[in-house]
């Protein structure tokens, strides 16, 4: 299923580029995990080195500022052992397992990355990551950027809670539904608010809300979760239930067979990617410095997901 990927799915129009220092931060963020308890036993510095977060995202931020690209490589990192433990740690298989974790993890989102807050005391070494990360956010000096990060990593973790409903209910969503929270239970949205937080260009609030740009970001947001699903499909497959894919999601809506529905997520997949090019042109045009650092950014994610994606091992 991993080749079907691989040959269905168009190369996104981008070029691929890549951090010069992207070896450096991989070790560094390696560190910072291990350090602050993210990862203790050996399997899972393995699990986690594996998934190679620094090479993500510098493809994804490659002409960040080096603070910026650790920042982004350590959330991607966090991420990764937040989905780790739901998906294969079993912390996500209900609800009322997973609720004391998200609430101790609101409970320093509320705080905004405040250096002068005490230690967080509940989630343990996920928690002092996570007002880590925020802090580290805050230390930009961009409050909107850092109230919109907060604001998206609040809704990633109540989007938990959603996939570990199901996941008791054995229940598999429609693909509307689907669509819709994959755009939270992803982690993408704060991945591109740091991706922004290290460019110098800045957006006027006005602006980043206007429809066309919302619009693409959300689009945005869809090719990288789908790239990603259709690339782990055949990882997930074994599980039981495996509901949060695109793929099972189709075939569960469609009753189609599981090949049908790669072909129908993959041509989903082609469909968006040929209309983001095409709305990213007509956006790029008299575009000022703001918008033309928000369409880099977005244009260097797709691509980076789409590469990072053919090589990871994490999707094995």
Not at 7 to 29: K, T
Not at 100 to 106: D, E, I, Q, R
Not at 175 to 192: I, N
Request: hydrophobic letters at 45%; charged letters at 25%; aromatic letters at 6%.
């Amino acid at each position: 299923m991993r080749g079907f990927a691989l040959s269905a799915l168009h190369e996104p129009p981008f070029p691929a580029r890549r951090h010069p220092a992207v070896d450096r931060v991989a070790a560094e963020s390696a560190g910072w995990a291990r350090g602050l308890g993210l990862v203790g036993d050996p399997a899972g510095q393995r699990r986690l080195a594996g998934a190679h977060a620094a090479e993500l995202a510098g493809r994804a931020c490659p002409e960040a500022p080096l603070a910026g690209l650790r920042l982004l490589t350590d959330l991607i990192n966090w991420l990764f052992v937040v989905d780790d433990a739901c998906d294969d740690d079993d912390l996500g298989v209900d609800p009322t397992r997973l609720a004391p974790t998200v609430a101790a993890l609101l409970t320093v989102l509320d705080r905004h990355g405040d250096p002068a807050a005490p230690a967080p005391t509940g989630a343990g070494p996920l928690a002092v990551a996570l007002h880590d990360l925020c802090r580290r956010a805050r230390d930009a000096q961009r409050p909107a950027l850092l109230l919109r990060l907060v604001s998206q990593l609040r809704e990633y973790l109540l989007a938990l809670l959603w996939e570990a409903a199901n996941r008791e209910h054995r229940r598999v969503p429609g693909v509307a539904e689907y669509v819709q929270m994959r755009r939270h239970t992803g982690g993408v949205r704060p991945s591109f608010t740091v991706t922004d937080l290290a460019s110098p260009a800045r957006q006027g609030p006005a602006r980043r809300a206007d429809p066309a740009l919302a619009a693409l970001d959300a689009l945005a947001t869809d090719l990288v979760c789908w790239c990603n699903d259709l690339f782990s499909y055949d990882k997930e497959r074994g599980r039981a239930p495996a509901a949060h894919n695109l793929v099972t999601t189709i075939a569960g809506e469609t009753g189609q067979g599981e090949e049908a529905a790669l072909r129908a997520a993959a041509a989903r997949f082609n469909a968006a990617l040929a209309a983001y090019a095409e709305r990213d042109a007509a956006l790029a045009v008299g575009a000022d410095d703001g918008v033309r650092a928000f369409l880099a950014t977005r244009r260097d994610w797709i691509r980076a997901t789409y590469d990072w994606s053919r090589a990871a091992a994490r999707y094995a």
